[in-house]
């Protein structure tokens, strides 16, 4: 055909020319359609029987705290406080995490009074300051299970007692060292554990004391603030099929 | 990535859109390869933003049919995204009718295409919602008439070309060479796999890893959307072959090249790896390793979502489908060609820093000497795309069209498609609100 004559529907599909090339090429395509059509059947079949069962599978948890200070801590955190005075400090769980596998269990601080560190002998045990601790949890950055039950949230101390904080960081993780789950496959039963995002964010914990200034009688004012440690320690696990 | 994807495809759709309505002395044919191009792209970016919110929220096993049905949300967002795949692939079944040439009676076509997309549009999602999508997938078989159409163009006007040294010919062969590789370009990279018969053993890991049981034709649908990808690419390459051998290669040969060189590479780690394949069904599944991931994400599932939008946007401006002369039109064009230029050149960056340890402070000096040097090409790239577009049909003996024929009008043609989106968002709004 030369390019004076008209293009029309006919022609400008098939000339003589392309007409065999074009149905041998799309004749191969067929085939190749064909071929793996009747390949993917005998896997179709096994795909069913493999899905229609569901054995049970042991999951096992390995837990650590996540050790950045040397001492068994995430963090530790030492200041002061005035009398009357409430604070709220913040520490970043954002970028804990060693690696991909690992997700956070949960959240354990502990609130530790000077008089109980035994830093200051200036101030002895009947001088005890009351503390109060919140943890931040309205508008908190930080993706946790803030109704679950096992959580502490709040304390309350004039003893010279440290004060404990917990917070559930991943969903239905009990501390428990292994667990049983009924899935069709490996995947399936890692999918619980596999959830990324927990325990991420910013955990504030908010704390106001009230010194008590005086020693008692022949003692008169001792002192009128209070130098306060904050432990955090954040548990990771690793979870994994047991062969 | 998905996010780039639905970003750039909504943007792009929505300025071919708008370019579209605003352009007067357009033909009707290339009106309406714009309306088509335009709506594909649309509802392409609805579904990369319903299933990107999707994996934001459930992760990436959520694609095969694995969503937590107590959420509201995710079986709204499971459902619309499928429905607006289901369109676009509706939209795509008719653009071989219209472009490079226009194959139905001019009389009726243009009303009769609309009609037919918007009906099994609405009818395919409706009867995929009723069946709780077990035969989604299926749909890819409406991609066959227009494969073969392209094909058949492809073949016969690159012997032409060269039989004949009809130089104007090779524009129709590039035309139809570059809407196979934008309809079929997800799928290109798995030619070697698919020619080896090794991609099923690769779906039946999701499956079994999914816990998702496929119906044989939603398997089919699967199979068959791999067959023609990869038929497409291996035609395409054998064509571009034998042209090279008798007049030489061009640019898109080489594009062809590439495109077949990646998948053969992909076809070898594919292999390489079939005992991790297979794992899942033998004994317990084992991971791929990282080298073979990062492969994957770089050819397979990163680059192939900006196929589509970056070769529809090339086709609407080198084949003239949009009225870019104009000066109102120009700097839209403009915007278009960086948006892009610079979501390539992004991409491709970010892709690189995940395996390869540049500091940001590097990849992002990088970007920005990208984008001085685009800002100052940009006016000679825009001139030289926009003067040298010319209309595919230009300079070919092809019958004068009569203008108003079969014609349909612009707002005619989005109250419809816009009817459709609104439908299928309802519908999926509806579906999930009733907890089926």
Redesign the interface.
């Known amino acids: 055909?030369?390019?004076?004559?008209?293009?029309?529907?006919k022609n400008?599909?098939?000339?003589k020319?392309?007409l065999v090339?074009?149905s041998i090429?799309?004749g191969?395509?067929m085939l190749?359609?064909t071929?793996?059509?009747i390949?993917?059947?005998s896997?179709?079949e096994?795909?069913?029987i493999?899905?229609s069962e569901t054995p049970d599978w042991t999951v096992l948890f390995d837990t650590q705290v996540i050790d950045l200070t040397g001492e068994g801590h995430t963090y530790i955190h030492t200041e002061i406080w005035g009398d009357g005075e409430e604070k709220i400090i913040d520490f970043d769980i954002s970028d804990l995490l060693p690696n991909d596998d690992t997700r956070i269990a949960y959240i354990v601080a502990t609130i530790v009074p000077e008089e109980n560190t035994g830093i200051s002998p200036s101030e002895p045990d009947w001088g005890c300051d009351s503390i109060g601790v919140t943890v931040v949890s309205d508008n908190s950055t930080l993706l946790a299970q803030w109704n679950d039950e096992r959580n502490i949230l709040r304390g309350n101390d004039a003893d010279c007692e440290d004060i404990p904080v917990f917070i559930q960081a991943y969903p239905n993780f009990y501390d428990d060292n292994s667990t049983v789950v009924a899935?069709?496959?490996?995947?399936?039963a890692m999918?619980p554990w596999t959830e990324?995002g927990w325990g991420l964010g910013e955990l504030s914990i908010q704390i106001k004391i009230d010194v008590q200034s005086y020693g008692g009688q022949g003692v008169g004012i001792v002192d009128d603030d209070e130098e306060i440690t904050i432990e955090v320690d954040v548990y990771a696990f690793t979870a994994e099929?047991q062969? | 990535m998905i996010m780039v994807a639905a970003i750039t495809d909504l943007m792009l759709g929505m300025v071919t859109l708008i370019l579209l309505s605003r352009g007067s002395g357009k033909t009707t044919s290339s009106r309406m390869a714009g309306l088509f191009i335009g709506w594909i792209l649309v509802f392409k970016g609805v579904e990369y933003l319903l299933m990107a919110t999707l994996q934001f929220q459930s992760?990436l096993?959520v694609i095969f049919g694995n969503v937590d049905a107590s959420s509201l949300e995710n079986t709204f967002l499971s459902s619309a995204y499928r429905m607006a795949r289901i369109v676009s692939l509706m939209l795509m079944c008719f653009l071989p009718m219209v472009f490079p040439?226009r194959?139905?009676p001019r009389k009726w076509d243009g009303k009769m295409m609309l009609g037919a997309a918007c009906l099994m549009s609405v009818f395919v999602s409706s009867i995929y919602l009723v069946t709780d999508f077990v035969y989604f997938n299926f749909e890819n078989i409406v991609l066959v008439p227009g494969?073969?159409?392209l094909?058949?163009?492809y073949?016969?006007f690159t012997?032409?070309e060269v039989?004949?040294e009809?130089q104007?010919f090779r524009k129709i062969s590039i035309a139809a060479g570059l809407i196979l590789i934008a309809l079929h370009g997800e799928t290109m990279t798995y030619w070697l796999s698919?020619?080896l018969?090794i991609?099923?053993?690769y779906?039946?890991r999701f499956?079994?890893?999914?816990?998702?049981?496929?119906t044989?034709v939603a398997?089919?649908g699967i199979?068959?959307w791999?067959?023609?990808g990869?038929?497409s690419i291996?035609?395409l390459a054998?064509g571009e072959t034998w042209r090279s051998t008798k007049i030489g290669s061009s640019s898109f040969s080489i594009l062809v090249f590439v495109i077949l060189l990646v998948g053969m590479i992909a076809g070898i780690a594919d292999y390489m790896v079939l005992d991790i394949v297979r794992s899942?069904?033998e004994v317990?599944?084992e991971k791929f390793p990282t080298a073979f991931n990062l492969w994957y994400e770089f050819t397979s599932t990163s680059l192939v979502f900006l196929y589509t939008p970056i070769l529809f946007m090339y086709i609407i401006l080198n084949y003239n489908i949009i009225e870019t002369q104009s000066g109102e039109n120009r700097w839209l064009t403009r915007i278009i060609v960086i948006m892009m230029l610079l979501i390539v050149s992004s991409v491709v960056l970010e892709l690189v820093q995940s395996f390869l340890p540049i500091p940001e402070m590097l990849s992002a000096a990088i970007l920005a000497i990208i984008v001085a040097i685009f800002i100052g090409w940009e006016e000679k790239i825009v001139d030289r795309l926009i003067e040298s577009a010319q209309s595919v049909t230009s300079g070919?003996?092809?019958?004068e069209e009569n203008s108003g024929e079969g014609e349909v009008g612009t707002k005619t043609f989005h109250y419809a498609m816009g009817a459709v989106l609104i439908y299928i968002i309802l519908l999926s709004a509806l579906h999930s609100g009733l907890g089926l």
């Open positions: 055909m030369g390019q004076d004559e008209e293009l029309t529907t400008i599909l098939f000339t020319d392309s090339p074009t090429a799309i191969l395509a190749m359609l071929s793996t059509t390949d993917l059947m896997e179709l096994e795909t069913a493999f899905n899935a069709k496959n490996e995947f399936q999918i990324d099929i062969e | 992760g096993y040439f194959l139905l494969f073969i159409i094909i058949a163009i073949i016969r012997i032409a039989k004949e009809q104007n698919q020619v018969s991609n099923d053993d779906q039946q499956f079994i890893t999914f816990n998702w049981q496929p044989l398997w089919f199979n068959l791999l067959t023609l990869s038929a291996l035609i054998a899942c069904y317990t599944c070919l003996p092809i019958s």
